[in-house]
């Protein structure tokens, strides 16, 4: 057994549904509400225009059109058109990967090159996330010399971050060439095995590193290979390969960690020689790999399919509330061989886990993926229950994270996060009693599965058998329920941060993927020695809380803080 292969990795899934088609956000904030025209307002009336490579045209279209439907005043340029029929560009903002490109389409007529900026598309990403107009400086590619400063009148918040923001910009600058693999495309089908060999030993060793768009917006040359790669990862947990549950984890990660790395090679693998430079794959995920590339398929995950035990297991596992351990143990111990066997033998039991059991098992049958559009509008549903005129508002904030927040467009369950507004930040009492009260009444949610509210006040968590801990003052109310929207069942979970300082850190945990905050957290116990988690980032030693300058109000500001390049939501899907 070799000791590198066990340790080669930890990490989790990307999603394979399609895009949503419309709507007016980028897939880094699909989950927001959107104030529709907030780029038409103001200071932030300056044309835009985006220009990418060949290469991120699909985007460079996306992109285009939520900034339009955001307000912003968009010119298109085509480089085949005469020069009389380009549009004029004084004062214009250009977002591109590609200033020499975007030069060239621009300066088709000497006379319209006057103040204009070329920036990088990071500022966008930023203007529909936050909903505003963004100071361009820390995103200045390079700018005509006609060009004036902006207004130097910057909202206090941003002022402060500006430095950890230029800093960030730099160094993502620094890093583009071997970062956003998938649209720097230089190493294609045709080229050798030394120059992909180069290529891929420059990519960094951290997935929180590297960008790996959804699989709906950009499937990755080798998707079905990694689908492969987790299902295998898969039935290494429902085995307990190695004999103990922790054993079993670390096998498991060996082949997320892989399946992760693949989705970030731009050129589908020839041989195994293509992958053996990723800093992932071990000698056992090496033998996969070259299987499949000689039969186009893996004997092992054949197999699977007619071994009655591992489907037995993987439908118990899927069943909320019941884990690897659990589903084995019905199988094993309790001789339960089916989903019947399961509702039975959980109805006469009195313990919690199966009263949880019996509820959730009570709508199984009737549980149905649910779109996108109706996840935000369910998320509008619950901000119109809670903020309403008058007193008995709760002056709450939400945010749609999970998978439709990573540019999914179907998923089984919807993950809201909520907390007071920043006019009522001070108030950290809990509302979830309230809010699910008001919720059951509109008939948003059907059955409440779990709730969790915090009434002791200080916690502290320990973590890596207790050799590193965090303490925090609130933690975070927590409802798992069963809700309808629109004649369909699906899981709905609502997480209430208390200290509206941590909603930040709140939001990165809830957006996923698994793999991402799994080597999110390495990444910070490596390099910084601090224990990072949904409450915010923490001393290893004394569990005390790390006091980041300037203070993160903004995932952004949380990359900047701990100096590591801004991954939007959709670039997260490891």
């Not at 898969?234 to 989705?263: F, H, N, P, T, V």
């Not at 589908?268 to 794959?281: C, E, I, N, R, Y």
């Not at 540019?407 to 979830?432: N, P, T």
């Not at 965090?470 to 629109?486: L, Q, S």
């Amino acid at each position: 057994m070799s000791s590198k292969s066990n340790t080669s990795d930890r990490d989790e899934h990307g999603p394979h549904a399609k895009r949503p088609r419309k709507g007016g956000l980028s897939y880094a904030n699909q989950g927001l509400k959107t104030d529709v025209d907030f780029l038409s307002r103001g200071d932030s009336d300056r044309p835009i225009a985006v220009i990418l490579t060949p290469l991120r045209e699909r985007q460079q279209q996306i992109l285009s059109r939520n900034l339009k439907a955001a307000g912003a005043k968009i010119l298109q340029f085509d480089e085949r058109k005469s020069e009389d029929e380009q549009p004029a560009t004084e004062g214009l903002v250009v977002v591109t990967d590609n200033p020499k490109k975007a030069r060239r389409v621009v300066e088709n007529r000497e006379e319209t090159m006057k103040n204009v900026v070329f920036v990088e598309t990071k500022w966008a990403t930023r203007v529909l996330a936050e909903q505003r107009w963004v100071p361009i400086q820390p995103y200045v590619l390079e700018q005509t010399k006609a060009t004036q400063h902006e207004s130097s009148t910057v909202p206090e918040s941003d002022e402060i971050n500006l430095d950890t923001a230029l800093e960030a910009s730099s160094k993502s600058r620094k890093n583009a060439d071997t970062l956003p693999v998938w649209c720097r495309k230089k190493t294609c089908e045709n080229s050798d095995i030394a120059e992909k060999r180069e290529f891929l030993e420059g990519l960094p060793r951290f997935l929180c590193e590297r960008c790996t768009i959804t699989q709906a917006i950009y499937e990755a040359p080798n998707n079905e290979l990694c689908k492969l790669l987790e299902i295998i990862e898969k039935k290494r947990r429902l085995e307990q390969a190695g004999g103990s549950e922790a054993e079993a984890d670390i096998r498991a990660r060996a082949y997320r960690r892989a399946s992760a790395a693949l989705k970030c090679v731009p050129f589908k693998l020839q041989t195994v020689q293509d992958a053996q430079a990723l800093h992932s794959l071990g000698p056992r995920v090496l033998s996969i790999v070259q299987e499949y590339l000689m039969n186009g398929t893996v004997r092992e995950v054949q197999l699977m399919e007619t071994d009655h035990r591992l489907r037995i297991l993987t439908q118990f596992q899927s069943v909320y509330g019941l884990g690897y351990v659990s589903a084995r143990r019905y199988y094993d111990e309790l001789r339960i061989t089916s989903m019947d066997q399961l509702v039975e033998k959980s109805s006469r039991d009195e313990s919690s886990e199966a009263n949880v059991l019996v509820r959730y098992l009570g709508y199984i049958d009737k549980l149905a993926h649910l779109r996108w559009k109706d996840a935000v509008a369910v998320v509008d549903m619950v901000s119109q229950a809670a903020n309403v005129t008058g007193e008995d508002d709760l002056h709450l904030r939400f945010q749609l994270c999970g998978g439709f927040r990573r540019g999914e467009s179907s998923g089984h369950d919807v993950d809201i996060l909520y907390c007071r507004q920043e006019k009522y930040a001070h108030d950290c009492s809990s509302v979830m009693k309230e809010l699910i009260s008001r919720l059951e009444r509109t008939g948003l949610i059907v059955k409440v599965l779990r709730e969790s509210s915090d009434t002791n006040g200080w916690n502290e968590v320990r973590y890596h058998a207790r050799s590193s801990r965090a303490i925090f003052r609130y933690a975070h109310d927590v409802v798992h329920a069963i809700a309808k929207y629109k004649g369909c069942f699906f899981r709905l979970d609502l997480v209430g941060v208390r200290d509206a300082f941590e909603f930040c850190f709140t939001t990165i945990s809830w957006s996923g993927s698994t793999p991402f905050q799994r080597d999110l957290r390495w990444w910070c116990e490596k390099k910084k020695g601090w224990t990072f988690n949904e409450h915010g980032v923490f001393d290893r030693e004394s569990g005390q809380r790390v006091k980041l300058n300037p203070e993160p109000k903004s995932e952004m500001d949380v990359f900047a803080a701990l100096g590591l390049t801004y991954r939007a939501p959709f670039e997260r899907s490891c």
